[in-house]
């Protein structure tokens, strides 16, 4: 074969072959993120995590999860060994309004963008300097799942007036739920109602959450209105008031997230509605937001979601994307 034409085809191929590995590229190759959350190993951080994965997919890139288990200590030094490894980015759960503060800022000061995903300082860029944040409106999603229950009670002719509510959050004084009660006694205001409690439901073990709604609902008979106001005690409401000899309807129930005890109190009419906060987006958008940042500068605000699952329909379309650890 002619030399001059071997060396053609030589370099043809591999003109080729550059072209096809260019293709093949993905725009996030090389890039590495890592999500330092207060989450633990239960449906909703399995969605979440799904959107994070789909995301690196799709990019290219790696993604590291941290699920601490509400416990503040362990997040705040694996936000620390974050920092230390300088990832292009980290997607942080801001569950406190002042611990968080110093290590974004250190973070920033490293040059390694920090966004806050499904919960926030109250007081948005104003209390911590991440770049922006991606999830629901907490007050607001907590305002619109009271009025939705509010008016169940105005039909069954309830005297808003004499009514009581129990608020159930898995730790007391945790951000999610203190936000989310603020907008639970907005409602409240507009309804004329007075009486309220927060119910300590123990933490994050399903069995314990669930015995500390039974025995306060059966110590509190004067109980017209009970929210979970985080993604366990909802999913634990149906069999509270199951526990507690109590028939659908009987008392007015909801909560926030769609797990499957959520789902299943929706469908027997136990839970007359919850908040879904569209999770997945919330990892999803944690990943691409980094993204964009790290590749061009850009910085979006992502809201997520805030909205009632109270309806046949809505909960079918749960049911049947929930398998895929998407809703």
């Not at 001059?4 to 090389?30: D, H, R």
């Not at 000899?245 to 509605?273: H, K, M, Q, S, V």
């Not at 987006?281 to 109270?310: E, N, Q």
Request: charged share 25%; glycine share 12%; proline share 4%.
């Amino acid at each position: 074969m002619n030399t001059k034409y071997l060396a053609v085809l030589v370099l043809v191929f591999l003109l080729v072959g550059t072209i096809l590995a260019s293709a093949q590229e993905k725009p996030g190759e090389g890039m590495y993120f890592r999500f330092v959350t207060h989450g633990g190993d239960d449906p909703f951080w399995a969605v979440v995590q799904q959107g994070a994965y789909d995301a690196a997919s799709l990019l290219g890139c790696k993604v590291d999860f941290d699920l601490c288990g509400g416990d503040m200590s362990l997040q705040l030094k694996r936000m620390e060994e974050a920092i230390a490894m300088k990832p292009d980015g980290i997607a942080l759960v801001i569950n406190d309004d002042l611990a968080w503060d110093k290590l974004v800022e250190e973070a920033l000061a490293k040059d390694i963008p920090v966004v806050a995903i499904d919960n926030d300082d109250t007081e948005g860029a104003r209390g911590n300097k991440r770049l922006t944040y991606i999830g629901q409106d907490e007050k607001k999603a907590g305002y619109d799942l009271a009025v939705r229950l509010f008016q169940e009670g105005e039909k069954q002719e309830i005297d808003l007036s004499q009514a009581h509510v129990a608020m159930s959050v898995e730790v007391p004084g945790a951000m999610y739920g203190a936000v989310r009660a603020e907008g639970v006694l907005e409602a409240m205001e507009e309804f004329g109602i007075t009486s309220y409690e927060i119910i300590d439901a123990g933490g994050l073990e399903m069995t314990v959450v669930e015995n500390r709604q039974i025995s306060y609902l059966l110590s509190h008979p004067e109980t017209k209105f009970l929210i979970g106001l985080g993604g366990i005690t909802t999913d634990r409401l149906a069999d509270s008031l199951k526990g507690a000899g109590l028939p659908p309807g009987e008392i007015i129930a909801g909560g926030f997230d769609t797990t499957p005890g959520t789902i299943n109190g929706l469908r027997e009419g136990y839970i007359i509605a919850t908040i879904d906060s569209q999770q997945y987006l919330a990892g999803f958008h944690g990943v691409l937001t980094l993204f964009h940042y790290k590749k061009y500068g850009l910085l979006p605000t992502v809201l997520t979601g805030g909205f009632l699952i109270d309806s046949p329909e809505k909960i079918k379309q749960i049911e049947e994307l929930s398998p895929l650890h998407i809703r």
